[in-house]
């Protein structure tokens, strides 16, 4: 259909410029003819002498017949100045009214032009009769029918169907590259076929929980599903936006721009923790089979799994706690036992009076300066597991910290305590094996916020991987199902989540300093 309709188009717009073609051609030609012609019979003595004859029409007759033989028009006139035919061609016309259309003849020039006679239009040659002193006696009006359409086709003869015959060629030829082309692109699959695809392409994408967005090699979203604009906070029209400009995190762009394949890589944004897995998407069609047209990556909201992988972590800890102080529990009993065997009572009662001040020391030294409850005793816990572990676990003096609302005291748990394991996993074996803990809530400034710093005395953190550590699960250890490397992920969810920041730059002591500020109010 697409082939006839063109075809037919083609066709119908050369018969239009071959008709005006004719219909120009023919005005020229037969419009110079009637001027000629009326000029002759103008220019006749016996034309101007019997003008003012009784039986003008009569008289006349045989002249204005003859010019009609002679040129082929169709009708020669005579007519007067104030527009009555006094002689014509056609008997029934005379002493009728003359159409002499647009003609400026009675002007004294001579005209041709498109006249209206009997209702058919026609080409027409106007001259004047002038007498002696310029004035108009008379007008010559020869004119001539248009040919009908069906004419004007039949006399452009070869020449029309030579030009209809390219136009059906080039139809035919056009038509058939475009449905070939149509087929190339479209692997062979009939418009209903494609459109059935698309559907199934549209419901499969917009009902998987995980997100999945594709990018072009050009940089651009050539595909998002639904899940995928929630979790990152993307308009519904930013399908052909450069991923650059898309607004997302900039640990996501990275993700989406970088060469090869990713899996399972752990990405922060301001409001949840993403699990992203990329894979490069090449050609299926026969003709480019194999090349690279993007990528393709998916990814799901490990946020709860997060949180819970922390508190893991944190049970985890308090236990390692309990191993250790069970374990020097059971020396130190073991030690007053053989003390009390051996009849050393003094010895006894000095040994547990140390060690009773030694764990009020540490009590005490936290509790004077931390008044939540819940991180003073995760800060209790974890001086003892620092201990264990050979690391000196220090409260900055200057820390100071009020009873939280048990909201905010878990996030400042879950900030305290990711901070303080990572300190003590590059602290063990670096420097001074030591960790400088800072809690300072500074609610009574202008600018409320809460202010949490750990120093450690490990390698440090190099300046282009600051920013790495916080957004992805980055870590060299796998000690744990799944690996790690989701602590420094959540410490700087948490801070974002209540507006804050989470930031590294270098101790004096050599190390790291972590630092993390959170509004108050």
Not at 272 to 291: F, I, K, M, P
Not at 372 to 384: H, M, R
Not at 502 to 515: N, T
Request: aromatic residues 2%; proline residues 4%.
């Amino acid at each position: 259909m697409l082939q006839l309709l063109v075809v037919a188009v083609v066709l119908g717009a050369v018969a239009a410029i071959s008709i005006h073609q004719s219909t120009t051609e023919f005005r020229d030609i037969a419009g110079g003819r009637m001027l000629s012609v009326a000029e002759s019979l103008a220019s006749t003595p016996i034309v101007r002498e019997q003008l003012a004859a009784p039986l003008v029409e009569q008289v006349l007759a045989p002249d204005v017949d003859r010019a009609v033989a002679l040129s082929g028009a169709t009708v020669a006139e005579i007519v007067s100045p104030n527009g009555r035919v006094m002689v014509s061609t056609d008997p029934t016309r005379v002493r009728g009214d003359a159409d002499l259309g647009d003609s400026d003849v009675l002007g004294g020039r001579g005209w041709s032009g498109d006249v209206d006679i009997d209702g058919r239009r026609s080409i027409a040659g106007h001259v004047p009769i002038l007498d002696t002193d310029g004035r108009v006696l008379a007008v010559v009006t020869v004119s001539e029918n248009y040919p009908s359409t069906w004419m004007l086709l039949s006399d452009a003869g070869a020449r029309l169907l030579i030009y209809l015959g390219i136009g059906a060629g080039v139809g035919a030829v056009g038509s058939w590259l475009l449905s070939r082309r149509i087929r190339r692109h479209t692997l062979g699959m009939e418009t209903a076929e494609i459109a059935g695809l698309a559907d199934h392409r549209e419901a499969l994408l917009h009902s998987i929980a995980e997100g999945v967005i594709a990018v072009g090699n050009d940089g651009r979203i050539t595909m998002i599903n639904d899940s995928a604009r929630a979790l990152l906070d993307l308009e519904p029209d930013v399908v052909g936006t450069p991923v650059a400009e898309s607004g997302m995190d900039a640990g996501v762009r990275e993700i989406l721009l970088s060469p090869g394949d990713v899996e399972d890589v752990i990405v922060t944004t301001s409001t949840r923790v993403l699990a992203l897995n990329r894979r490069s998407a090449t050609s299926r069609r026969a003709e480019s089979r194999g090349q690279h047209i993007g990528s393709v990556t998916t990814m799901r909201d490990s946020t709860e799994l997060a949180s819970m992988q922390s508190q893991l972590t944190s049970h985890k800890s308090v236990t390692d706690t309990l191993r250790a102080q069970t374990h020097e529990f059971a020396n130190q009993l073991h030690t007053i036992s053989g003390l009390a065997q051996l009849g050393a009572y003094d010895d006894v009662t000095t040994f547990v009076g140390t060690l009773t001040r030694r764990r009020a020391e540490i009590s005490e030294s936290i509790t004077a300066h931390i008044g939540d409850p819940a991180v003073a005793a995760l800060l209790i816990a974890k001086t003892s597991l620092a201990a264990e572990t050979g690391v000196r676990l220090t409260l900055d003096p200057s820390s100071r910290l009020r009873t939280l609302d048990p909201a905010l005291s878990t996030d400042v748990i879950t900030v305290v305590g990711n901070l303080v394991d990572n300190a003590l996993d590059v602290s063990r074996d670096h420097g001074s094996r030591s960790i400088t803990v800072l809690v300072r809530d500074d609610s009574t400034s202008d600018v409320p916020d809460l202010c949490i710093e750990v120093v450690d005395s490990g390698p440090g953190v190099p300046p282009e991987k600051r920013e790495l550590i916080f957004s992805r699960g980055v870590t060299s250890k796998a000690d744990t199902p799944g690996g790690r490397g989701i602590g420094l992920a959540l410490v700087r969810l948490v801070s974002a989540q209540h507006g804050g920041t989470a930031v590294i730059d270098d101790a004096e002591s050599g190390g790291a300093r972590f630092r993390v500020r959170i509004p108050l109010g």
